[in-house]
């Protein structure tokens, strides 16, 4: 948790809130951790549509709706009718960001399109965070990250060679889209500081999903080499890869000559690295058929933790592949502030991955549990200017 007190670099940033899922929540979550005041605008009665994702639930609660929701206040505004719309205008007049991820033209509909809101606040960093982007031919597909993944080719470089496709264990394109997000209305943010403009940041899906194929994609833009599926294997370096030990698997990388003769040392097989099919990274690619398998052979002959501990002692590269029990009772991997708690009004004690970046002067921390759904649109609604009891009641049914 941070201390309410606690400097915070967005701290005084409203963010007006219109996503949901994933994408856009783990955007304005990010800036919620960095003290901006998010409000999430939610549509009433269903509010985000990851709210009914699961199981698993507890105690009535999605966990993958509190999973990218944290640092928000939740408000039920209908974009459908004229007090909806009237009371969203207020809010983006108040907000320094608004962030949306409906298909392009929608909020323009609803009067809150970029040069709608403009008008209103020239300053806004106004983002939209869509599938494909407004000018593409398929601006009007629904941009989900299975679908991105497969149309985008990652699913193509997943799985076993040979094999089925294979999708990512978590919406990595909707987090990696995210983090793009942020990182554009940061840039736009420091932009309006020093120029006092705002702009209009478009983040897509697609556009994000070719960018994370890295060196997939500048092999083939640059070499014509149409990557495929590795398996727990690297295309560019052996040995760097899952190997089965006595009782599990361990990962061990040798990214380097050096780093593969020390291996073979500690594999108790130093004339490998003498040996002139494996005596360059360029070589034992080219021979991992024969080297990788000679390998496995050694290390099925202890434990992962046995592998783990003398290779971690000699330099090179190695770590066993943990389930999630795992990963989270270890504290060498979860100490710190890495796991943190927060007080849920239904959930009770609701533990959370803290923010990934550290600070010195301005932490990053959780101050708010995810929102119930609209428990904060009076308070918000109040600071817009004030409701009549008539009309917060008409809002609310």
Known sequence: MTNALEPQALRGIRVADFTRVVAGPYATMLLGDLGADVIKVERPGTGDDCRSWGPPFHNGHSTYFLAVNRNKRSVEIDL??????RRAIELVRS???????????????????????????????????NGYGANSPLRDRAGYDVMIAAQGGLMS???TPGGEPVKTGVALVDVATGLYATHGILA???????????QHVEVTLMGTQLA???????????AGHVT???????????????FRARDAHIVIGAAND???????EVLGRP???DDPRFATNRDRVEHRHELVPALERIIRSETAAHWEEVLTRAGVAAAPVNTLDRVFSDPDITGGDRVVSVQHPEVGTLPMVGPAVRFSATPAGVRLPPPLLGEHTEEVLAELGGLVDEQTARLRS
Request: contains cysteine; positive net charge; glycine residues 10%.
């Open 80 to 85: 459908g009718s004229p007090d909806g719309r």
């Open 95 to 129: 907000s320094d960001v608004v962030v949306e991820s409906f298909r392009p033209g929608t909020m323009q509909r609803h009067g809150l399109g970029y040069e709608q809101v403009r008008r209103l606040r020239p300053d806004i960093v106004y983002c939209s965070i």
């Open 157 to 159: 470089v997943t799985g």
């Open 188 to 198: 736009a943010l420091l932009h309006r500081e020093r120029t006092g403009q705002g």
């Open 212 to 222: 994370v194929l890295i060196n997939a994609a500048s092999a083939y833009l640059v």
């Open 228 to 242: 495929g599926p590795q398996g727990n294997a690297h295309e560019s370096i052996v040995p760097y890869q899952a």
């Open 258 to 264: 050096r780093l593969f003769r020390r291996l073979v």
């Open 271 to 273: 004339e490998l690295a």
